[in-house]
Each structure stands twice: as structure tokens, then as C-alpha cells.
């Protein structure tokens, strides 16, 4: 019964270096985000996916990429890290079809420090 | 541009009272709008939502109230708990859209006194 589940929690990262974080649900769920969300921001959306080989751009996709090469799995990638992607990431899922709301299922999010 | 505005940014509220946290929209198409709760080191969880069709809706302690033509919707906590406390989203999406895209609003803490 683990849902979303994200990998690190925490991560300290220097100024330039890249980093993967993982994301994987087992609800097979179609559709799958990355938000970040920064105090007293709210969460903005950074790219979402509505099934294995489709990705699009959220409101906040720069320095950052992501791919879905399974319906599972939905990895988001830093390149080159920036201070001001100091941030708390979060990973959720959903299933939309014709009679289900569109719920989102959260992970417990990864925290990360760019210094 | 915030296409959800809520507002507090933060409340604090004394055990037994009523909490309420208000949201507006301005994107006529939005037909579906969930309240998301967030305890601090957690995601956020759906805690209750409601359509466009009603004009309210309650669960236990919970309720929206939605007002379509003022295109305003807000969360009302009855007798407010110090378990309640934590941060809520408002949220806004286009149900019948292919994205399934929600647009949230910037957050409110909420802290019950006991």
C-alpha cells in the first residue's frame, strides 16, 4: 500500500551539480506531476505527464526535465542547480477517466538545498 | 498570474471555534474544486471538494460554500480542533479537460489554540 513514493527526502546540492529525483506510484495511475512548493507560494506545477512517453510543461519547467518511460515511474531532472531551486518537491498522481474525480495523491516530498 | 487567490495567508483560531478560509477564481471554466490539507513533513491530501452545481457541501466538520456567480468558494471548520491544525489549499481545475490540471491557491496555516 505505498502509493507515491519519492526518493531522497533531503539532498544538499552545490551551486552547478545535477541531480535525479525518483518518483514511482503503484496505483496505475495515467497521469503524474511534479509540483514545488515554496513558502507562502503555494505549489506550482513544474511538468506533468498523462501517460508513458507523453510529458508537457507546467507552469515552472526551467532547469528541469523529466521523462516517463513507464506508467510507474516519473523521474524529474536538475541540471545544473541553481539557489533558486532551493524548494520542497513533491511527486503526485492521479487517474482520470470518465467517472473518477481527478484526486491528486501526493508523496511525502524531497527537500532540497542548493548552497 | 495566480489564477486561485486565497486569503488569510494565516489564521489562528482558539479550540471550539470556526475557521474559514476563502478562495476566488476568475476562469469561468473551472467546474471542479477540491480543498487540499497539508500536515508539516507530509503531501498534501484531499480533504473535501465540490462542484459548481451545488452550493454546498459538508463532511463532518467540514464544509464549502460556493458562490458561482461571485465566482468565490470557501472552507469552513466548525468547532476547530488543534488536530486541524496545518495548511490548506484551495484549488480550482477544468474536470472535463484532457490536462487534469489543478491550479491551487498560495496556501493558508491555520493554527488552533487549545
Known amino acids: 500500500n505505498a502509493g507515491v513514493t519519492q526518493t531522497p527526502k533531503f539532498r544538499i546540492l552545490k551551486i552547478g551539480q545535477s541531480m535525479t529525483l525518483q518518483c514511482t506510484q503503484d496505483m496505475n495511475h495515467n497521469y503524474m506531476y511534479w509540483y514545488r512548493q515554496d513558502p507562502g507560494m503555494g505549489l506550482k506545477l513544474i511538468y506533468y505527464s498523462v501517460g508513458a512517453g507523453i510529458t508537457d510543461k507546467g507552469e515552472v519547467p526551467n532547469g528541469y526535465n523529466v521523462s516517463r518511460s513507464t506508467t510507474e515511474d516519473f523521474p524529474l531532472r536538475l541540471e545544473l542547480a541553481a539557489p533558486s531551486q532551493t524548494s520542497v518537491y513533491f511527486c503526485?498522481?492521479?487517474?482520470?477517466?470518465?467517472?473518477?474525480?481527478?484526486?491528486?495523491?501526493f508523496g511525502e516530498g524531497s527537500r532540497l538545498t542548493v548552497l | 498570474q495566480q489564477q486561485v487567490k486565497q486569503s488569510p495567508q494565516s489564521l489562528i483560531v482558539q479550540k471550539g471555534g470556526i475557521s474559514i478560509i476563502n478562495c476566488a477564481y476568475e476562469?469561468?471554466?473551472?467546474?471542479?474544486f477540491p480543498w487540499y490539507q497539508q500536515f508539516p513533513g507530509k503531501g498534501p491530501a484531499l480533504l473535501i471538494a465540490?462542484?459548481?452545481?451545488?452550493s454546498e457541501k459538508k463532511e463532518g466538520r467540514f464544509t464549502i460554500s460556493f458562490n458561482k456567480s461571485a465566482k468565490q468558494f470557501s472552507l469552513h471548520i466548525m468547532d476547530s480542533q488543534p488536530g486541524d491544525s496545518a495548511t490548506y489549499f484551495c484549488?480550482?481545475?477544468?474536470?472535463?479537460?484532457?490536462?487534469?490540471?489543478?491550479?491551487f491557491g498560495r496556501g493558508t496555516q491555520l493554527t488552533v489554540w487549545p
Open positions: 476562469n469561468t471554466a473551472f467546474d471542479y
Open positions: 465540490i462542484r459548481p452545481d451545488v
Open positions: 484549488a480550482a481545475s477544468i474536470r472535463g479537460s484532457t490536462l487534469g490540471r489543478l491550479y
Open positions: 503526485a498522481s492521479s487517474y482520470l477517466g470518465v467517472t473518477n474525480t481527478g484526486e491528486l495523491f
